[in-house]
C-alpha cells in the first residue's frame, strides 16, 4: 500500500501581507504530480487545508480544482481531516457527494469513527480520519464531560476509531495535534486555553502502523518513525528559512512495516535572511524570495526598504543588527566602580549599545554639555 501524506496547505495565507496564491498553485501542482508519477492508493491532508475558517472565494475555489484534478488523473482515495484553522462543518461538507469508496472527509467530530478501508494483495489497510476538535465539542459528542484537554479528545477518537477496525487489518490514523517532543515554529496557533497542556503523549498511537499528522510546520517524526508530521510546504515565518519541505511517501508492507521517503517540494519564492551593510546587500543578485534584510550598519539609511525592494521586490521586513543585540547579564554583587562618574557612565552606555568606546571628540562633546548642566544647577 502506497500513500502520499501532506497537511498544513494554509490556503489563502499570506506572507506579511504578500499574496501567495501563486505559490499555493505551484505546490498543489507538485502534489498531483507525486501522486501520479507514484501511483498511490492514497492522498492524506492532515488538517489546516485552509487558513482561517472563512477563506477567500479563490482559495475555495484552488482547492476544489485541485481535488477535481486527483479525481480525474489519478486512482487515489482521498483521506482528509479538518484543522485547528479549518471550518469543521467546510470540511464536512465536502463530504456529503463523495464517493464513500474512495473518500474519507472529516470536518466535525463524531462518537463513531469508521474508517476508509483500502486493499492490496496482503489484505485491508484501514484509515481513519480523525478531525481536530476541541474539548467542549467533543464533551457533547461522546456525551463526557470529563474531556478536559486535548489528550483527553484525542484518546476519546482512538478509542472510536479502534473499536471500528476490521480484524487483522493494518492501520493508518490521521490526526491534528501537537505530539510531545516535537519541534514547534512560530506560524501555529495554540492548541489549549491559556495554561493548559497541548501536547499528546505518542503511546496514544499504540497499535497503528502510520500516524499521519498536522499542525506543526516542519517535517518531523515524533515518539517513534511512523508517528510523522508531513510539515507545511512552505515556510510561513522566518524562523523556517532555509528549511526544506516535503511531503511523505509512505509505504506499507504485508507485515506493516513502513517506509517513509520525502518528496521535496519546490517552492517558486524561498524564505531567506540576508545580513550586511545595506550597500553590500543591493549588490547581491536580484530574486522575488521573500526577504528579511537585517542591517549591520551603524548610522540608520535613508530609504532603505523602498532601496532594497530594487533588488528584491518581496522584501518584507528590515530591521539594524544592533537593535537585537541583548544587554549582556550579569550577576547583583557590590556596585560597580564609577557610577559617581557621568563620565564613566555614559562611556560604558556608548560601548554597550554601539560597541565600541566614544573617540576623543565626542568625549569632548559631553565634557561640555555635562559642564553646561553643572553650570545650570549652581545658577539655580
Not at 476544489?64 to 479525481?71: D, E, H, K, M, P
Not at 463523495?98 to 469508521?114: F, H, N, Q
Not at 472510536?160 to 491534528?176: I, M, N, S, Y
Not at 495554540?190 to 505518542?202: D, H, K, M, Q, S
Request: one cysteine or more; glycine letters at 10%.
Amino acid at each position: 500500500m502506497r500513500f502520499l501524506h501532506t497537511a498544513d496547505l494554509h490556503l489563502g495565507r499570506q506572507f506579511n501581507g504578500l499574496s501567495l496564491e501563486a505559490d499555493h498553485a505551484a505546490i498543489l501542482d507538485q502534489i498531483a504530480a507525486a501522486a501520479l508519477a507514484h501511483e498511490v492508493d492514497a492522498l492524506v491532508i492532515a488538517g489546516d487545508v485552509f487558513d482561517r475558517a472563512a477563506p477567500p472565494a479563490s482559495a475555495v475555489r484552488q482547492f476544489n480544482a485541485f481535488l477535481s484534478r486527483i479525481r480525474a488523473e489519478t486512482g487515489a482515495a482521498v483521506v482528509m481531516i479538518a484543522g485547528n484553522h479549518d471550518s469543521g462543518d467546510r470540511i464536512e461538507a465536502m463530504s456529503v457527494m463523495t464517493d464513500t469508496a474512495r473518500a474519507l472527509i472529516r470536518g466535525t467530530v463524531a462518537a463513531e469513527e469508521p474508517p476508509l478501508i483500502l486493499a492490496d494483495a496482503a489484505g485491508p489497510v484501514a484509515f481513519s480520519a480523525l478531525p481536530f476538535a476541541w474539548e467542549y465539542a467533543a464533551r457533547e459528542a461522546f456525551g463526557d464531560e470529563t474531556l478536559t484537554s486535548p489528550e483527553d479528545v484525542l484518546r476519546a477518537q482512538i478509542g472510536a476509531a479502534r473499536a471500528a477496525l476490521p480484524d487483522g487489518a493494518r492501520w493508518v490514523v490521521v490526526a491534528h495535534g501537537t505530539v510531545a517532543g516535537a519541534s514547534v515554529s512560530e506560524a501555529e496557533r495554540p492548541l489549549a486555553r491559556i495554561g493548559g497542556v497541548e501536547t499528546v503523549g505518542a503511546e496514544l498511537f499504540d497499535g497503528a502502523h502510520y500516524v499521519a499528522l498536522g499542525h506543526l510546520h516542519r517535517p518531523q517524526s515524533a515518539g517513534r518513525p511512523g508517528i510523522r508530521y508531513a510539515g507545511a510546504p512552505l515556510a510561513f515565518g522566518f524562523d523556517e528559512a532555509g528549511e526544506e519541505k516535503s511531503m511523505s511517501l509512505v509505504e506499507i508492507d504485508g507485515a506493516g512495516e513502513v517506509r517513509i521517503a520525502p518528496i521535496p517540494f519546490r517552492p517558486i519564492r524561498g524564505v531567506r535572511v540576508v545580513e550586511g551593510r545595506h550597500e553590500d546587500l543591493l549588490r547581491l543578485p536580484p530574486s522575488e524570495d521573500f526577504l528579511r534584510a537585517v542591517l549591520t550598519d551603524e548610522a540608520p539609511v535613508i530609504d532603505a526598504m523602498r532601496r532594497l525592494r530594487a533588488v528584491f521586490p518581496n522584501a518584507c521586513d528590515l530591521c539594524y543588527a544592533r537593535e537585537a543585540r541583548a544587554p549582556e547579564l550579569k550577576a547583583l554583587g557590590p556596585v560597580p566602580r564609577g557610577l559617581d562618574d557621568p563620565m564613566a557612565v555614559i562611556g560604558g552606555f556608548l560601548d554597550q549599545v554601539r560597541g565600541e568606546r566614544a573617540d576623543a571628540e565626542e568625549l569632548a562633546a559631553i565634557a561640555a554639555t555635562l559642564d553646561g548642566l553643572r553650570g545650570g544647577e549652581e545658577e539655580a
